[in-house]
């Protein structure tokens, strides 16, 4: 079998008792770039990742890291991947030197050439000088640096990342985006799970949104903006009676109500500006509105409309 450094994962499902973590995903990740799940705390984004590593036991479904079934061939699916996981994975009381050289050593290097690769990495991830340091001195931004070079020491061809930024200070996230686009330049497939829009959009080449453990859409940045056409998202904030907003909003053409709260009203409309006094006046008996907030097509405004919210921490 020709070996493929990609991810396939067909109709994954996850039980855990009656909760159902994952249902039924389906995605392919190529080699050579980015593919993002884009998503809240507990929307599958980790127990996905556990399945495609092969710590989590899978309810039902495939997936193929390499070519091979995580379950019916688990060595060779692990043999060339890669893990950065949301909890540090690295020991405080070793230097960053020792921690690099404890993983590289578990993934088969050894000697000279675990060595030159620990020096390599040391260097990639802005760590030389603090080489020799117990990394439980280290900056919170300093320890992900490292978490992140220990999953990538061993060279690998898949690399699961999971919320990798989490907690960092701005100069380490940074640092740590072009490390990941750096990963994806030499050819390695890349699966990064994030809850930070700006993260999605700024590296993914492809993406998919994902809530309550289903994928709710996927394509290409521009495909998921497309999916909304030319609209604006345009948000009414104040005390509104939901049911007369509808009636209000009903006889208008062109104009979508995708949330709706006691607090909160939200449209999806093209011209949003243009069409603002219009918007005003048809809600004037349905409530009080105190602020507009205007939103052109984006990742965030898509959530929204996918999901009738914002994107929860």
């Known amino acids: 079998m020709q070996q493929v450094n990609r991810i396939e994962v067909e109709s994954l499902v996850k039980r855990y008792g009656d909760l159902l973590a994952v249902d039924g995903v389906s995605f392919v990740a190529e080699p050579g770039a980015i593919f993002g799940l884009l998503g809240p705390n507990g929307a599958g984004k980790s127990t996905t990742i556990g399945c495609i590593s092969g710590l989590v036991e899978p309810s039902s479904g495939a997936v193929r890291v390499l070519g091979h079934d995580v379950r019916s061939a688990p060595r060779l699916a692990r043999e060339k991947l890669g893990i950065v996981p949301q909890e540090l994975a690295i020991y405080e009381d070793l230097s ?84 990941v686009r750096a990963e994806a330049a030499a050819g390695t497939c890349v699966l990064y799970t994030t809850h930070y829009m700006e993260e999605a959009e700024s ?80 809600l004037n008996g349905a409530g009080d509105v105190r602020e507009v907030k205007l939103r052109r097509p984006s990742l965030e405004s898509l959530f929204i409309k996918l999901t009738g919210k914002e994107l929860r921490e």
Not at 112 to 119: D, F
Not at 122 to 143: N, W
Not at 221 to 235: H, Y
């Open 96 to 179: 960053a030197a020792e921690n690099l050289e404890y993983w590289g050593a578990a993934w088969g290097l050894s000697g000279a050439p675990l060595r030159a690769r620990t020096g390599e990495v040391l260097a990639a991830i802005g760590l030389g000088d603090r080489a020799k340091e117990p990394t439980k001195r280290f900056s919170g931004g300093m320890k992900r640096r490292l978490n992140f070079g220990c999953g990538i020491v061993h060279r690998p061809k898949v690399l699961l990342l999971d919320e990798p930024t989490v907690g960092v200070d701005p100069q380490s996230r940074v640092k740590l985006l072009d490390l």
């Open 203 to 282: 590296l993914c080449s492809r993406l998919a949104i994902l809530d309550h453990g289903k994928i709710l859409a996927a394509g290409t940045l521009d495909e998921l903006r497309a999916s909304l056409g030319e609209r604006d998202l345009v948000d009414f904030l104040g005390r509104f009676d939901v049911e007369r907003a509808r009636g209000a909003l009903a006889g208008l053409t062109g104009v979508e109500l995708v949330a709706a709260s006691e607090a909160e009203l939200a449209l999806a409309c093209a011209e949003g500006t243009k069409r603002l006094p219009q918007l005003l006046a048809a």
